[in-house]
């Protein structure tokens, strides 16, 4: 009875063991799939970084526009008020022109009498 008793344990022990290869079976379709993964994962990475490198260089050249349309900005306010101090000029000028020629007139009335 013993024996047979042995002979029945033994029995359940080899069948539920699982051998080498049909742990290799079971797990190669699933480290195939880790490894499809993995790869996807890495290509994903390399796209993120291609796309980082993009968006910075991207907002360099933002950056440079602002500053240059800052720039802008104020060398047209240095031409309008360029503009401005060439307009007083002239109105001044025109006044001294005429009160040069009111002068002259003067002169002229003076020296004729």
Do not use: H, Y
Request: with cysteine; net charge positive; hydrophobic share 50%.
């Amino acid at each position: 009875m013993t024996r047979m008793l042995g002979l029945a344990v033994l029995a359940l022990l080899a069948a539920g063991c699982a051998t080498d290869s049909s742990v290799k079976q079971e797990i190669s379709p699933l480290a195939d799939r880790i490894t499809n993964m993995e790869r996807q994962t890495a290509a994903m990475d390399s796209k993120i970084a291609d796309l980082s490198k993009k968006v910075d260089a991207q907002n360099a050249d933002i950056q440079a526009l602002r500053n240059s349309v800052a720039d802008s900005n104020a060398a047209a306010a240095k031409a309008q008020q360029a503009a401005a101090d060439a307009q007083s000029a002239a109105a001044r000028a025109e006044t001294a022109a005429a009160k040069a020629a009111k002068a002259f007139e003067l002169k002229q009335m003076k020296g004729a009498k």
